[in-house]
């Protein structure tokens, strides 16, 4: 049998009035919040694919050349005919390596909220793993979903993939909420996840406040969306990017600041900002090795393996149901 050199679509309709409903109660709320899921609309995830070539941006380029150092070790832990699960799977440049290093995969499935950017990223990989059954689900993959069995073998070993540090995104409870969900998910199978380490101050900052504005511009995208989709009147002049470091938390906060005093128009809802008061758009947590560990094996895995890159700024976990199947 031939697999299409089309990917197999499912739409699960992520609602769209989600959009709303979080845009109007997280800046209904004090402190001003945005959830940063909704960056990724076609601009935002444009805008996220330069952020990742950016020189200050360093987890992409590291974690990228850290998986192709590990791919044999992986594909070995993994073994042959698994079912490959990408949380967020963006551009799908990533999972390419895993691909070529496992031994006959059954299926791939890549989640994603961003319905065209996955579609078309998802042909892009049927045609160039025509031996591989493509499978792009368009999910909230924060929200319980479900993903279709593989065809052959209908049994196949899921193997979930979350590369990119994604996971910081979440909280640490909401990491371990997040886990045991995909463990259900997984059905007793392995989990490969990478996660930004701890570091240098400077070199966390730099990464996101880059000299061209790269990432200011995709925070400020987020408004640019709710003026697109909502009917918002943001002036984009009048917010700025500022992100930060909180130590204390571990974690580099993206806030959006109103430069001046002003009232913002979203359909009939009005959202008063004082002059430098803070829309937080993003938290993205930093891991030591064990922290890490830590919240994996409170979630039900054992951390079988993490290997590093010779810099020690990224890292990227293999995790293993504990106790086989939950
Ligand atoms: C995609 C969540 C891993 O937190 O580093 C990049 C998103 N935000 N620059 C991150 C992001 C600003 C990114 N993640």
Redesign the pocket.
Known sequence: MTTPSVARFIDLEPEVEDFETAVLAGLGRAPKTLP?KFFYDQAGSEL?ER?CELDE?Y?TRTEIALLRRIAAPVAALIGADCHLIEFGSGASTKVRILLDALVSPARHTAVDISRDHLRAAADELARSFPEVEIVALCADYTRPFEVPAATNPPHAKRVGFFP???I??FTPDEAIAFLRSAAGLLDGGDFLIGV?LKKDVDVLTAA?NDGQGV?AA?NLNLLARVNRELGGDFDLDAFEHRAHYDAREGR?E?HLISRRAQTVAIGDHRFDFAVGETIHT?N?YKYAIEEFRAIAERAGFTALECWTDPGNLFSIHYLRAAGGAP
């Open positions: 940063c996220f952020i941006y987890p990119g540090s994604t910081g995104n930004d996101y990432t995709f580099i993206m993003e993205s």
